[in-house]
């Protein structure tokens, strides 16, 4: 199954989807500490976030605001 990714929080606080080149911070399973992915674009960032995700055995990641 496949890592969803939840956007509503940033899309909520930013009032745009998440794209771009930057600091991408993740939660995990509603866990409420941040993970930071490497400085990248949007998508990269995602992609090591689901291989984190894998590593955590989580099923929902969601991006910070």
Do not use: I, L
């Amino acid at each position: 199954m496949k890592t969803q990714v939840n956007t509503r929080p940033y899309e909520f606080a930013h009032g745009k989807k998440p794209r771009g080149f930057g600091s991408w911070a993740f939660t995990f399973d509603n866990d409420e500490t941040p993970w930071w992915a490497p400085t990248s674009t949007y998508g990269d960032a995602v992609k090591a976030a689901r291989a984190e995700a894998a590593k955590r055995n989580a099923r929902d990641v969601t991006v910070c605001s």
